[in-house]
């Protein structure tokens, strides 16, 4: 019963992790993202560095990476920040998310 639930509560917190990282940074992109024509340049830089290290906090460098690049190119040339934008969401964690358990795998904990 012990080891059951110990691999639950790992479960669980790598879930709150990814929830707390990934799906947090993947919202707030595309909150920046689809109001971009209404945000300040320094808006979109400020948001974008938070987002980055969201990325970062998780372990997803290269994402980071771009997107920290993106908030940077987004005060000099919009261009070039659409496409590191687009870049880093391509590379995102968020298209490897973690499976979820079938019916058969769920573990019932009293």
């Not at 940074?25 to 300040?40: G, H, K």
């Not at 460098?61 to 040339?77: G, H, I, N, Q, Y």
């Amino acid at each position: 019963m012990e080891v059951s639930r110990k691999k639950l509560k790992d479960e669980v917190l790598k879930r709150f992790k990814y929830v707390r990282t990934c799906v947090l940074a993947r919202e707030l992109c595309l909150l920046v993202r689809t109001n971009r024509a209404v945000l300040e340049p320094k808006d979109v830089h400020d948001m974008c560095l938070y987002v980055s290290s969201l990325c970062e906090e998780h372990g997803c460098k290269e994402p980071s990476a771009l997107c920290r690049r993106a908030a940077e190119s987004v005060l000099t040339d919009e261009g070039k920040y659409l496409e590191l934008c687009r870049q880093s969401c391509g590379k995102c964690g968020e298209a490897r998310k973690p499976r979820r358990q079938t019916s058969r795998e769920v573990t019932y904990v009293a």
